[in-house]
Nanobody, 124 residues
Framework: QVQVVESGGGSVQAGGSLRLSCAAS????????MGWFRQAPGKEREGVAT?????????VADSVKGRFTISQDNANLMQMYLQMNSLKPEDTSMYYC????????????????WGQGTQVTVSS
């Protein structure tokens, strides 16, 4: 099993920044990709950003490109971050960290280990 824990959410005014952190533990040898997802009430879950634990290749959704950056700790590839800048009210959502045992990091339906989520609220 793989356990995933995220942290770092909070409330911020529009234009502000937040940094989310995520750590995977347990059978981490199985983890090929880690990703950030978000889901607001009444909306579908959205894949925000992913990163490969093998070659650090990243994906960032168009909706946040240029504002959000995904990264990992080079000393511990199971430690991941999401730097969120220039936040907008529409970024308000519950943010989830997840891990996948598939090498295709943009196959969002392959993420099978999930954290509990951390709330991000952006006020105008």
């Amino acid at each position: 099993q793989v356990q995933v824990v995220e942290s770092g959410g909070g409330s911020v005014q529009a234009g502000g920044s937040l940094r989310l952190s995520c750590a995977a533990s347990g059978d981490t040898y199985r983890v090929d990709c880690m990703g950030w997802f978000r889901q607001a009430p009444g909306k579908e879950r959205e894949g925000v950003a992913t990163i490969s634990t093998h070659d650090s290749r990243t994906y960032v959704a168009d909706s946040v490109k240029g504002r959000f950056t995904i990264s990992q700790d080079n000393a511990n590839l199971m430690q991941m971050y999401l730097q969120m800048n220039s936040l907008k009210p529409e970024d308000t959502s519950m943010y989830y960290c997840a891990a996948s045992t598939s090498r295709w990091c943009e196959q969002f339906n392959m993420y099978n280990f999930w954290g509990q989520g951390t709330q991000v609220t952006v006020s105008s």
